[in-house]
């Protein structure tokens, strides 16, 4: 019987009973993704896959001596991303939420940890792309760093170029680290994947693969794919923070205006 094949057919929800069955869900969840943040193609959809790894977490939950130290539903990209650049402060991910009372079990986190309760919350769409952190010296872009595993990540300085709205020169000469996303619109997507087909190779599965795959492969490819687009979320930076990016020429926008070269911060942090 071929073991690959059994093992696709249980379901992602299944709680594994057995330690032979959360070995061969870890190596699914671990095989996915890797397929997700270090290559061009995504073997299980979001879906599927946040719910393998709650079953994974589950199946720790009675048996933690499984895991053997080694928890990837804790660990930044599942932890199979890594990178030889050593972040200021760590790139850490979203995690996720699939129920109301998994909203107020984390509220409740929260308040414990605010030890006061929240004020309130701000609530915008998230963008799914390639997380970036673009590093400046004396207002200089010097440096392109991807998440990796949320210490260390990997150079792309070369696929600067590439991405539309991320200035290469600020208006003041600042040491400064800006954290945002980049990623694929529709349009960029589908005429990515023209391009793609018509140079004889596989389109992109989803413009979330695409992204990173048309940035790594930038270093190499001997055909240009349509420019990336830098977006990012507010929720990071503080008002006065957004307002200083503005004056020194990295402009805050909103990702909901869906307009490519409208920059946007999520993070802002002085480099010493």
Same mark, same amino acid.
């Given at each position: 019987?071929?073991? !690959?094949?059994?093992?696709?057919? &249980?379901?992602?929800?299944?709680?594994?009973?057995?330690? #032979?069955?959360?070995?061969?869900?870890?190596?699914?969840?671990?095989?996915?993704?890797?397929?997700?943040? !270090?290559?061009?193609? &995504?073997?299980?959809?979001?879906?599927?896959?946040?719910?393998?790894?709650? $079953?994974?977490?589950?199946?720790?939950?009675?048996?933690?001596?499984?895991?053997? @130290?080694?928890?990837?539903? !804790?660990?930044?990209?599942? @932890?199979?991303? +890594?990178?030889?650049?050593?972040?200021?402060?760590?790139? /850490?991910?979203?995690?996720?939420?699939? $129920?109301?009372?998994?909203?107020?079990?984390?509220?409740?986190? /929260? !308040?414990?940890?605010?030890?006061?309760?929240?004020?309130?919350?701000?609530?915008?769409?998230?963008?799914?792309?390639?997380?970036?952190?673009?590093?400046?010296?004396?207002?200089?872009?010097?440096? /392109?760093?991807?998440?990796?595993?949320?210490?260390?990540?990997?150079?792309?300085?070369?696929?600067?170029?590439? &991405?539309?709205?991320?200035?290469?020169?600020? +208006?003041?000469?600042?040491?400064?680290?800006?954290?945002?996303?980049?990623?694929?619109?529709?349009?960029?997507?589908?005429?990515?994947?023209?391009?793609?087909?018509?140079?004889?190779?596989?389109?992109?599965?989803?413009?979330?693969?695409?992204?990173?795959?048309?940035?790594?492969?930038?270093?190499?490819?001997?055909?240009? &794919?349509?420019?990336?687009?830098?977006?990012?979320?507010?929720?990071?930076?503080?008002?006065?923070?957004?307002?200083?990016? $503005?004056?020194? #020429?990295?402009?805050?926008?909103?990702?909901?205006?869906?307009?490519?070269?409208?920059?946007?911060?999520?993070?802002?942090?002085?480099?010493?």
């Amino acid at each position: 019987m071929d073991h !690959t094949a059994e093992t696709d057919r &249980i379901p992602a929800t299944h709680i594994p009973a057995t330690q #032979g069955e959360y070995m061969d869900a870890v190596a699914r969840a671990t095989a996915a993704a890797s397929a997700y943040y !270090t290559s061009e193609d &995504i073997v299980m959809d979001d879906g599927a896959y946040d719910a393998l790894v709650r $079953s994974i977490a589950k199946a720790q939950e009675t048996h933690p001596e499984w895991s053997g @130290g080694q928890d990837i539903t !804790t660990a930044v990209a599942a @932890g199979v991303a +890594s990178g030889d650049v050593a972040h200021t402060v760590p790139m /850490l991910s979203l995690d996720n939420t699939f $129920s109301e009372t998994d909203l107020d079990e984390w509220e409740a986190s /929260l !308040t414990k940890r605010l030890v006061r309760p929240v004020d309130g919350f701000t609530v915008e769409p998230k963008m799914d792309g390639l997380a970036l952190a673009a590093r400046y010296r004396a207002g200089k872009l010097v440096q /392109l760093i991807t998440r990796g595993d949320g210490t260390h990540g990997e150079d792309v300085t070369f696929a600067a170029a590439h &991405i539309v709205g991320l200035p290469t020169e600020l +208006s003041e000469p600042v040491d400064v680290e800006v954290r945002g996303e980049v990623l694929l619109t529709d349009e960029q997507f589908a005429r990515a994947n023209e391009l793609r087909l018509s140079h004889g190779e596989k389109p992109f599965s989803y413009a979330r693969s695409g992204s990173a795959g048309a940035l790594r492969g930038a270093k190499d490819r001997t055909y240009a &794919i349509p420019p990336l687009s830098r977006f990012g979320s507010r929720r990071r930076a503080c008002a006065a923070a957004r307002g200083w990016t $503005s004056q020194i #020429g990295h402009p805050v926008g909103s990702p909901r205006t869906g307009r490519p070269g409208n920059a946007a911060a999520s993070s802002v942090a002085l480099l010493t």
